[in-house]
């Protein structure tokens, strides 16, 4: 081989490590832009305005709190674990904790974020590979993911260690399985969400057909984790029956089951655990193998469709052939109402998160009916609880139904359209009823539908129908009011995608998760007898009470101005 | 004071923006019945701002703003009812067809059903996007977008129509056909308030024009007016002067 060609080949292999070098920086200046995007890190650096750097600041450390809670609970989980004699079975219970939060999170996230994404055009012009491209999408949703993982996995871990003073090699596999673990339900959803992306592509009405397939495959999912992880040991004889104090050693026993239920669930774990718990390095590295194989896998597979997929999304449908018809008047109201119905419905990602609630309850309803409320507490062996389910069930339903805040992100929505809003005629009160009426329209058939389906299968008498019927729409009205008091003090306009809105924004967290989190205590006081009243009456109390709150609330927010 | 046919009424407008220098400082106008007012100035002079106020979009807290009499502050709902406004860039509903754009908007107006099929029949032709109606927002082009922006904006005949930089993105047609529309509504009295970078434009199309030079205004009059003060000749010799003499 002359100097010449030896010459050429290091200049190749040069060339061939910088644009190998090039590729990784350019995969990292991606995910680094979208990080400072969705973090507003610039908004800490060059804010001007100091009421928006100000919000900014307690808005991140009202996250960092809740996160730390979140960290506390789970520690405080493990601690439970291993005071029951469950220690060894923390490490597999925090890893299939962690990949279910991960798969719920991102399973809606894949159309906004991996596919579909505003700024699409743009990158795509660059001279940047599409593997680069989808490298840093999926990057990004990675380190979300794995910092989410970290919250729930890490506080576990040091509760397991101190109870069983592991080896240095547990310390290692931990943290390495911490950054493994979000890999593969990731990779799961982005998966799910390519296919359901592809599918509903070839439709005409291509976010309509996206926002059925989704539903349609979590709840399949949720179905089928139901039937494989259904205990055959009843929660009851975990309590002992004369005092109701917990059974340590019922609980150490059911140790095999839990491990077999998590393994069912999800195979990987059984090979983290072997090699966490168990020492097994071949096993842990079969996990890191399948984790990482299986990324790469889903990168050359859906690098070789992704332009497709993204034109085909991205193309809209133009027949040019409209011929002026009759139209008719409307109010201002019913105007604003459709517009905001219509926003919702053609998006996916708001119909998919906003909806589900709906569809989980009435799903719920045409269970008990068709399968029945003994059977299904057979099943659970707490059917000797039959009373409280049929005093509980009404905030059960609610619990579902105010899932759907749709009132807390209407306002911020709007995005760039803003203008439109605040240069129209439109009094404040009239556009906040449409979000209202929007938000009921889903709401109130919703949880009359389910009342009176649960009101059949648990044969509640007269007042119990009352109740179950009045209690959802009396919360579906006070959260949906209270949404318009979030949305009115939090909106913000500049967001770059409806999933940081819908998903990741402060509104809408205390929108779903507070009304959540309110309706349940109300169904605890009322139901564990802490009141010298019955369930009922203190049911009614509650449901009068909230009515007085919604419409002290509504009063006040009505005329509100519209939030700059 | 007031006169009768005052439709837009700018009285010691100013607008600091948080933690920075005046936007706009200080700026009077007024704008009659049937004027075509353009409102020019370079990058960043303060023309965006001073519209943005003018329609209700923005908040300010010195200085005076009537449209028809009606403070945009105190009254803005009755000044909202009676103004159009089209911004730079008008970002639509894109989740709606275009037919369904306009009756909404219609409808916030309450624009009987025969008005609003006569005028957006009339208007759609003159833009050539009657055909594409029925198509969702979000598969226009710049140009088409602007084409229903401005017939959402003239559909209900406001009395003070309100134009940021409206001949961007227009092809020629559709550019001649906003003139004569334009040209109608000032005939009709209302009255047109517009901002342009197209001096030449500005210069055949307006009767009225202000000039506004890093957020102070270096000029407010009629045309006739403002090119005999200045010995330029041409609007853009005029502008030109302004701003080189900083």
Redesign the interface.
Known sequence: MNSKEETGRDLLNMSNIEVKTRQKNLCWLLVKNRLITQLGLNIFRYE????KRNNKIATTAAIIFVLIMVAVYCGGMAYSYAYLGLVNQIPGISMVIGSLITLFFTIFRTNGELFGFKDYDMVLSLPIPVRTIINSRFLNMYLWNAFITFIIMFPMGIVYASFVKPSIGFYIMWLVGILLTCLIPTTLAAVFGAVITAISSKFRYASAAATVLSIVFVVSFMVFSMNITTSDTGLAKLFDQETGNIDVEAFSAMAPVISDSLNRMYPPAKLFVQGVVGGNIGSFLLFTGISVGWYILFVFLLSLGYRKINTALTS?????????E???????L???Y??TI??IL??TVCATNLLIGCVLAVLLAITMLIVGPEKVMKGLEVSDYMFIVKNAACYVIAVMVCMTNITAISLALEG??I??I??????PKILYDSYLLTNLTFTIPTSIVCSILFSISLKTGFIGTVLMILTPLVFSLFTAVAGIFIGNRMAYYDWQEETQLVKQSMMSVIGILGGMLLISVCGIIANSGVLPISANMTTFIINILFLVFAAVIYLNESNRPIK? | MRKMCDMLIINNFSKT????KKAVDNISLQVEAGDLFGFIGHNGAGKSTTIKAV???L?YEEGEILIDGHSVKKEP?EC??I?A?I?DNP???E??T???YL???????????TI??TK??KY?DAFEI???????V??YSHGMKQKLAIISAVIHEPKLLVLDEPFVGLDPKASIALKEIMHELCALGNAIFFSTHALDLAEKLCNKVAMIHHGKLAFSGTMEDMLKAKEGGSLEGIFMDVVNHE
């Open positions: 001007k305005d100091s009421h809209h449908m133009s027949r040019a052939d409209y011929k002026m009759t139209l008719r008047q409307g109010s201002m019913f105007a604003l459709k517009k219509m926003r053609k998006s760039k359209n203008w439109l605040k240069s129209l005629p439109i009094p700059e | 923006y948080k933690g920075d329609v209700g979009v908040e709902l909202k009812r103004t406004y911004p970002d639509l509903y989740h709606l275009g037919i369904q009756n909404f908007i219609a409808d916030i107006f309450g624009i009987p059903a609003r099929e957006i029949k759609a009657t055909g594409n109606l029925g198509d969702l979000s598969s």
